[in-house]
Nanobody, 120 residues
């Protein structure tokens, strides 16, 4: 099993900033991608941002220009810097990691989620 430990969630006022971090640990061959997703009650979990091997990033349209994702390859961590937060950013944020568990098998793991609440 790949363990994903999230930190940085909390309560912030609209216009403020928050920084989420996720660290991957365990026995695995490698990590192809790490990212952040979010989910609100009654809606599907959606991609916020991810970063793949080679440094390519993807962002949801709603967060482009406000959020920045980065990865520390040596520490197997991914960070989401969230600026200019809006109340609609309120959600449970989940860290995701996927890649080869072994040479023959793949994994796709999720963190337990961290609550981000943006007040108006």
């Amino acid at each position: 099993q790949v363990q994903l430990v999230e930190s940085g969630g909390g309560l912030v006022q609209a216009g403020g900033s928050l920084r989420l971090s996720c660290a991957a640990s365990g026995s695995f061959f490698g990590i192809n991608a790490m990212g952040w997703y979010r989910q609100v009650p009654g809606k599907q979990r959606e991609l916020v941002a991810d970063i793949i091997s080679g440094g390519h990033t993807n962002y949801a349209d709603s967060v482009k220009g406000r959020f920045t994702i980065s990865r520390d390859y040596a520490k197997n961590t991914v960070t989401l810097q969230m600026n200019s937060l809006k109340p609609e950013d309120t959600a449970v944020y989940y860290c995701n990691a996927r890649g080869p568990l072994t040479l023959a098998t793949m994994y796709d793991y999720w963190g337990q989620g961290t609550q981000v609440t943006v007040s108006s």
